[in-house]
């Protein structure tokens, strides 16, 4: 099983949005819980959080917290390339 970490919040787009309902601290301290939990269990972690930290400028939809195409390409690469690099460990084809 592969764990992975929820994404990046920009909470200035997302709190000009409404009331904001995710805050930046809250996704950090969630997936500080669900990596603890998750390799207590064993999973692998693939730390999508952390991978777009930093680069998400112009990968938002302007809700602050959905990702536009471009977006959702680069988290479909980070994934497929976990799951590609546990399945060359393992020797799964």
């Not at 064993?42 to 777009?52: P, T």
Request: glycine share 10%; hydrophobic share 40%.
């Amino acid at each position: 099983m592969i764990w992975a970490t929820s994404t990046p919040v920009d909470e200035s787009l997302h709190g000009g949005i409404d009331m904001p309902r995710w805050h930046a601290s809250d996704v950090v301290t969630y997936n500080l819980l669900s990596v603890e939990l998750a390799t207590e269990y064993g999973f692998r972690i693939n730390d999508i959080h952390g991978r777009l930290s930093g680069a998400t400028q112009g990968l938002f939809m302007p809700d602050g917290v959905h990702f536009n195409h471009a977006g959702s390409q680069l988290i479909g690469h980070h994934i497929a390339t976990a799951i590609q690099q546990v399945a060359r460990r393992e020797n799964i084809r």
